[in-house]
């Protein structure tokens, strides 16, 4: 069915002013073109331990993604485990400590984001491929 699978899926939850709602976009592509864009998606953070920066990071992750078409409904998941941490950046390093500190205690954020480059499977109804997977993980604030 595909060859070279490509699905981009962004998943964030809107500030207390925007009642705290989580939104989750995406789509699955093939290298010639776009199976499905679709807002019913799920990503989970399997196996989650937490780090010497105090956030939960993911051991492994599943991305589902669902889109119900007319006649019948397709699904796709890319998941894998995620071995290889490229990079954790501290998204505040560059800001002087004491400013970083007061950032810290009035706003309570504390932004990293962690970077990983592994092997994945994606699976678009009953057809698998794998590959390279690149994905981020979030934490801004708790």
């Not at 499977?121 to 794998?130: G, L, P, R």
Request: net charge negative; hydrophobic share 40%; aromatic share 10%.
């Amino acid at each position: 069915m595909f060859v070279m699978a490509l699905q981009v899926q962004m998943e964030f939850t809107t500030p207390i002013s925007y009642n705290t709602t989580k939104v989750n976009i995406g789509v699955v592509t093939t290298n010639d073109k776009i199976l499905f864009a679709s807002i019913n998606n799920k990503v989970d953070h399997i196996d989650s331990k937490i780090d010497e920066i105090g956030w939960p990071v993911p051991n492994q992750i599943q991305f589902n993604f669902n889109k119900a078409l007319e006649s019948s409904e397709t699904r796709a998941s890319v998941k894998g485990e995620l071995k290889q941490l490229v990079e954790r950046v501290d998204v505040m390093a560059e800001i002087p400590q004491f400013v970083k500190n007061i950032v810290s205690g009035v706003a309570g954020t504390k932004p990293y984001i962690y970077q990983f480059c592994n092997d994945m499977t994606i699976q678009v109804d009953d057809v698998s491929e794998h590959g390279i997977g690149f994905n981020e993980a979030t934490f801004i604030s708790e």
